[in-house]
């Protein structure tokens, strides 16, 4: 196909199954059961009938897609040969995909499988380690030790993959700021590529929301969860991740294609049940209940939800400025004239000069960013551009 006059966009597919639920997660997903085996084979034909009937007319308009992007839930809680159907799916539909990443968790994969996703296209591994310590990988709830994230990582790059993020969490029960530097020394000596961070929140409906309410719940103070966070600010750039969006770290030229377009208002199509899409400036949902989204793609009935209404300017406006300020560049001020034939300064000028005043933003080079200070007060800023 020719790609010449291609529009960049992406693909999000969304994989709603876990071998077992973390603590505190609260994403779309289940666990996986004896009785799951036949629901995930409906599950991905499902997904796959959607790649097909959702993919080409925007191929036709934009060209290859230019990202791919597997999530869930654990996309590798699937069996192989199901998750290689999807990735040849999507190739099939949508081209080869300059980044593919599949989100992966450490104790579902060996040299075998990931092997097989290599070959079936898959180009980025995201593996979500959290920590490299055993006792708080049991505090959290995760299905795999430290040995089984540092071997997963090394039959990933034996199996040819030369992108690899890490996920670390930091604020987690009982976790000092000890225990997390020697977990990021551990993710620092195998050398990914990419690392984010997450802070733990609790969510409600989750086992650590029922813990916190019972008083069970040891969660660092504010002030030792800050002094993590500063740490990690702090250490990660010193050996050479730059920080390009609040909680992404990446060596250079190596940041996350896909979720960069999410925050420059790229479009992407979500596909899969639960999944989210940004298509000619309209937020698409899908379906959140699995075996809905099944039997709606069984009978070809429509997976959006209600959810699907035009925004207004105003919402388009707002969600720009505060998906842009996550980033390390922030807004770009004449992209932003150019989208939406104002000038920033018009509807945002008293705002961006109040934080200016404060030290959380900075202009610079036709940018208007957060400064490091900013970063971490992000919510407080961005709450500040909503109308
Ligand atoms: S593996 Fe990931 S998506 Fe699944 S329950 Fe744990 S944190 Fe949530």
């Keep these: ?5 291609a529009t960049q966009w992406g693909i999000y597919a969304h ?16 666990a996986v059961g ?66 593919c990443t599949v989100e992966a968790n450490p104790g579902t994969v060996d040299a075998a499988y990931l092997t097989q996703l290599r070959a079936a296209g898959a180009n980025r591994l995201s593996l979500g380690v959290q920590s490299f310590d055993d006792r708080l990988l049991r505090v959290i709830g995760r299905i795999h030790t430290a040995a089984e994230a540092e ?12 992108n690899i993020s890490l996920d670390l969490m930091y604020g987690l029960p009982t976790q000092t700021l000890d225990d997390l530097k020697k977990s990021v ?16 929140t609790v969510e409600e409906g989750t086992p650590f929301a029922a813990a916190e309410a019972q008083g069970k719940l040891a969660l660092p103070t504010e002030d030792a969860a800050e002094e993590m966070y500063d740490w990690l600010t702090a250490a990660l750039p010193a050996r050479g991740y730059v920080r390009y969006e609040i909680s992404n770290f990446a060596r250079q030229g190596c940041e996350s294609r896909h979720n960069l377009g999410y925050w420059r208002n790229v479009p992407y199509l979500g596909v899969g049940a639960a999944a989210h899409g940004y298509v000619d400036g309209v937020r698409l949902g899908n379906e959140p209940d699995t075996e809905k989204y099944i039997r709606a793609i069984q009978t070809g009935r429509s997976v959006r939800t209600p959810e699907d ?7 388009a406006m707002e969600e720009y400025a505060f998906l842009a300020l996550r980033t390390r560049e922030g ?3 004449a992209d932003f004239s ?9 509807v945002y000028g008293a705002v961006i000069e109040k934080y200016i005043a404060q030290g959380l933003l900075r202009r610079a080079d036709g940018f208007v960013a957060l400064t490091n200070e900013g970063m971490k007060v992000g919510n407080e800023v961005f709450a500040a551009f909503l109308h």
């Design 331 to 333: 807004i770009d001020t």
């Design 1 to 5: 196909m020719n790609n010449a006059q």
């Design 15 to 30: 994989i709603p199954y876990c071998v077992k639920k973390c603590a505190y997660c609260d994403f779309i997903s289940s």
């Design 338 to 346: 150019r989208a939406f034939g104002v000038d920033i300064d018009t």
């Design 185 to 200: 020394d551990e993710a620092l000596a195998l050398v990914p590529e990419h690392i984010s961070v997450y802070g733990l």
């Design 151 to 162: 071997q997963a990582f090394r039959a990933a790059r034996a199996a040819g993959f030369e």
């Design 309 to 315: 209404t035009e925004r207004t300017r105003t919402n």
């Design 34 to 99: 004896k009785d799951t085996r036949a629901e995930m084979e409906d599950y991905a034909a499902a997904l796959r009938a959607e790649i097909l009937r959702e993919v080409p007319p925007l191929r036709a308009r934009w060209g290859d897609a230019a990202t791919v992007y597997l999530g869930g839930g654990t996309p590798t809680a699937l069996p192989a040969a199901l998750l290689t159907g999807i990735l040849e799916t999507l190739r099939t539909a949508a081209g080869t995909p300059v980044e």
